[in-house]
């Protein structure tokens, strides 16, 4: 049962990230999507990929995700030459102290933003996997903490092949959504003429949320009540990329824990204190595709991986959630209200109190 407690903190939720939402789209202009996206992923303790075409703002969604909220922020420009100790810092003998002290890397902030990390090597790469995974970083022996919140929003363009390195499967699957921008509308590019022409938004962006003020809310969000009807549907859905006939490589079970995060931070933002296969549906695409690969007649019939997962999203079933959670102040064994999915059963067939019972697909 959700405490008064509990409820006040979802719209302490709603109001703070209303107000960074609002912050970021002063700055980012016809992509309410994009930011509500980004803002799910930092509440959900995830990591952010931006991948679109040179010149939409990829960068300044980046920027200004930092900058609306008042932590500390690094940026790495990745290039061909850089080292991973660039990136997680290096041990350096002190001739005065005659011992080695540590150096913190650009890896050791709340926010580190990764400007086209696909032009680093693998190597490169590879040094940001520990970090993304267990939030700490080992060197020489040596295991440093990192910050509390951490994410990393890195971009990237699909589309210049020069200098640049795939990501490997194991870093693309650290990344919790993936987010593609698109060009913006012709009255937003105006509008957008009119803000950017003179100088840029960002200097005059003030943070409108301090870091501690995040780390409660993500608090928030890990209370919030997932049903095991959902819970089976995000495992269902995960499950049937490993078999789609279309990709050679399915979703982890890191995605499916992705999905769950996201789908929390989802209800919250939506003032819920629960989530619903709504909230599963509307992130299965950013949060799934980027980790699966097509087959190779899969790529010959142009087929994205975004296509075969909208295709699973209409093959599995959605749950019909049975009666919900007693609201606040039932008396101990009243009957629970019922659920925002509950159907009417005819008498004799309805299910036990409490438990989900399994319907078609509703239209979603």
Do not use: W
């Not at 060197?139 to 363009?157: K, S």
């Not at 989530?275 to 980790?291: F, M, T």
């Amino acid at each position: 049962m959700t405490t008064y407690d509990e409820r006040a903190n979802l719209s302490e939720l709603s109001a703070t990230a209303g107000e960074v939402r609002r912050c970021v789209e002063s700055v980012i202009e016809g992509k309410p999507e994009v930011v509500r996206l980004s803002l799910t992923v930092l509440l959900a303790e995830g990591h952010l990929l931006i991948e679109d075409v040179p010149g939409v703002g990829k960068t300044m969604l980046a920027k200004a995700l930092a900058k609306a909220v008042d932590c500390s922020v690094r940026r790495i420009q990745f290039t061909p030459d850089l080292l991973p100790s660039d990136i997680t810092g290096v041990s350096v003998y002190d001739q005065q102290r005659k011992d080695f002290e540590f150096k913190p890397g650009a890896v050791f902030a709340q926010i580190v933003i990764g400007d086209e990390i696909n032009r680093a090597s693998p190597k490169t790469q590879s040094a940001l996997l520990e970090s993304m995974e267990e939030r700490q970083v080992t060197i020489d022996g040596q295991t440093y903490q990192l910050p509390d919140p951490f994410m990393v929003v890195a971009t990237q363009n699909p589309v210049e092949m020069e200098g640049t390195y795939p990501l490997p499967e194991a870093q693309r699957d650290r990344f919790m959504a993936r987010v593609s921008i698109g060009y913006p509308s012709p009255a937003a590019e105006l509008e957008m003429l009119d803000v950017h022409g003179g100088a840029s938004p960002l200097d005059d962006l003030q943070p409108v949320a301090h870091a501690h003020e995040v780390a409660k809310l993500i608090e928030t969000v890990r209370g919030v009540h997932v049903s095991d009807a959902v819970r089976r549907y995000a495992v269902e859905l995960v499950a049937a990329t490993r078999s789609h006939a279309e990709l050679r490589l399915g979703a982890s079970p890191r995605a499916t824990l992705h999905l769950l995060r996201a789908s929390k931070a989802s209800a919250a933002l939506a003032g819920r204190e629960f989530a619903l296969p709504d909230d599963v549906q509307s992130l299965a695409v950013p949060v799934l595709a980027h980790r699966l690969l097509p087959t190779a007649q899969a790529q010959l019939n142009r087929r994205t991986a975004e296509q075969v997962v909208t295709e699973i999203l209409g093959r599995v079933p959605v749950p019909a959630i049975g009666p919900g959670p007693a609201a606040p102040g039932t008396a101990p064994g009243a009957p629970a209200a019922p659920g925002p999915y509950a159907q009417p059963q005819p008498p004799g067939q309805q299910p036990p109190p409490g438990l989900p019972h399994t319907g078609q697909p509703r239209g979603y």
